[in-house]
């Protein structure tokens, strides 16, 4: 069973950057496509960012293209989530997902049902 464990998580005024980890130890983590989704209280989760497998292709919600960046380091097992510029309707609990069978290509990869794991959440506000 994988297990994926996301930090970086808090509070930050809007405008201001925080950076999310979600770490899988102990697996080959370079078969994963790997992504992030967020969900705001009383909403449904959403799609934030993919990246494939390799790191060549990432893709973003239309929400945080420009201000977010995903990024994956496969020797330390580890997908990265820089965001910057943050605003006050970012604030959600941010998950991260792995899909063993997932494709982050054209609108693939983006819906939840195709990541098979899935982080406990790391809460990120944003106050104004």
């Known amino acids: 069973q994988l297990q994926l464990v996301e930090s970086g998580g808090g509070l930050v005024q809007a405008g201001g950057p925080l950076r999310l980890s979600c770490a899988a130890p102990?697996?080959?983590?370079?078969?994963?496509?790997m992504a992030w989704f967020r969900q705001a209280p009383g909403k449904e989760r959403e799609f934030v960012a993919a990246?494939?497998?390799?790191?060549?292709?990432?893709y973003y919600a239309d929400s945080v293209s420009g201000r977010f960046t995903i990024s994956r380091d496969n020797a330390k097992n580890t997908v990265y989530l820089p965001m910057y510029s943050l605003k006050p309707e970012d604030t959600a609990v941010y998950y991260c997902?792995?899909?063993?069978?997932?494709?982050?290509?054209?609108?693939?990869?983006?819906?939840?049902?195709?990541?098979?794991?899935w982080g406990q959440g790391t809460q990120v506000t944003v106050s104004s």
């Open positions: 102990g697996c080959t983590f370079s078969v994963f496509a």
């Open positions: 997902a792995a899909g063993i069978t997932a494709v982050v290509a054209g609108k693939a990869g983006r819906n939840a049902y195709e990541y098979d794991y």
């Open positions: 990246i494939s497998r390799s790191g060549g292709s990432t």
